[in-house]
């Protein structure tokens, strides 16, 4: 890759990381800000003959609740999730207004970093490209709690007259709510038969959506622990991969690249085929994911698009091809180094779209004639060619 396209590359990569970190940031300042203005009962500066009595009485923990759902929205960025960015654009505005709200001296800050976060996000609207996958049990949960909730808002709301403290929707939401959660504060109680068997019936579906939508938080959770422990990548840690190293199957030749990456601590991921190779590998505590490397869906799980640079140097020339092909037409940038196994298949590794191909037996075959011809030491040649410098790797 050209100094233009490193450059470009890292431009892009400190882009994205700035696009999901300022919000993190701006995430913080909202909770903190929220929680240190939820007793303030007023607010101070320029705005406050503008702000509605309710709004100084609610700023606070509003601006909490802004912040948690930002911090929601963040998790989402970091996945790449398009309605994550979009929840993030319309959540950023809310923020610095929020912040003028409370009129404070902690607000500034938060203010500053949500405008300043606004045009980054807005900048890497391509890097956020994946869209909000759920799984059946996922949306049946979202549909239990959402149901739950209406069914008991909207009922005791009807039966308002049978409640104690029961006058407006919003009593209505909360009754439901700390019902559903059995929390029960014991303000809002029934006071017929009718609306006793209706908070029963409540208390029923609210425990039973909760306890799906617990389930279907806590099996991924899991998964991502059996996985890890298993030594198996999630999608969640492959989400997080960014300019590292992708090495295509596990041979002799590419046992070296895996133990020169590990040792400088380069990012990188090995796909391969064999659940053997794969077993030893865990061993070592490689990260790894097993897969044909020749097809598009590994290569996009484990981050062909951000990756530095791919490595194809398995006993298959064939397969490398493929391999290698895929790639390129994943990414177009992307530096791919390839190693053929038979002489006569540089060409076509070349044409496949490898920067650069190189034949280890040719090398070899060239470092034996010369040792046989006398020329020179050439075994400190070799010796050199095996301490390659750890910032050389992969460049």
Do not use: C
Request: no cysteine; charged share 20%; glycine share 8%.
């Amino acid at each position: 890759m050209s100094d233009r396209g490193q450059r470009r590359r890292l431009a892009q990569v400190l882009g994205l990381r700035a696009a999901v970190w300022l919000p993190t940031l701006v995430a913080v300042l909202s909770v903190v800000t929220g929680i240190i203005n939820i007793g303030a009962t007023s607010v101070v500066g320029p705005l406050s003959p503008y702000i509605p009595a309710v709004v100084e009485r609610t700023a606070g923990f509003t601006g909490a609740l802004t912040g948690f759902l930002m911090l929601m929205a963040v998790y989402g960025l970091r996945r790449r999730v398009r309605i994550a960015w979009g929840l993030t654009v319309l959540l950023l505005p809310v923020t610095a207004l929020q912040g003028l709200a409370q009129s404070s001296a902690y607000s500034l800050p938060l203010i500053v970093l949500s405008l300043l976060s606004l045009p980054t996000v807005l900048g890497n609207y391509r890097a956020f490209d994946r869209g909000l996958s759920l799984s059946t049990t996922q949306l049946a949960s979202l549909a239990a709690i959402v149901g739950a909730q209406a069914y008991g808002t909207i009922g005791a709301y009807v039966l308002r007259e049978e409640f104690a403290n029961v006058a407006t929707v919003t009593d209505a939401f909360y009754f439901t709510l700390v019902t559903a959660s059995t929390v029960g504060y014991g303000d809002v109680t029934p006071t017929t038969q009718t609306a006793r068997l209706f908070t029963m019936s409540v208390l029923l579906l609210g425990v039973a959506s909760f306890g799906v939508a617990l389930g279907t938080l806590l099996t991924p959770a899991i998964e991502a622990r059996l996985a890890q422990a298993l030594g198996t990548m999630n999608d969640s840690t492959l989400d997080l991969l960014e300019d590292h190293v992708i090495v295509v199957g596990v041979s002799d030749l590419t046992e070296p690249i895996i133990e020169e990456l590990a040792a400088a601590n380069r990012p990188s991921v090995v796909v391969t085929r064999s659940q053997e190779r794969a077993g030893r590998l865990r061993e070592r505590d490689i990260e790894f994911i097993v897969a044909d490397p020749s097809d598009e869906e590994p290569l996009r799980r484990v981050g062909v698009n951000r990756a530095r640079a791919l490595v194809a140097a398995t006993d298959n020339d064939a397969q490398d091809a493929m391999a290698v092909l895929t790639a390129r037409e994943l990414n177009p940038g992307l530096d791919i180094v390839a190693a053929a196994t038979d002489r006569e298949n540089v060409a076509k590794l070349r044409r496949a779209g490898a920067d650069t191909v190189i034949s280890p037996s040719v090398i070899g075959g060239h470092l034996l004639a010369q040792s046989a011809m006398g020329a020179g030491d050439v075994e400190s040649i070799a010796d050199r060619i095996m301490e390659v410098p750890e910032d050389d790797v992969a460049k």
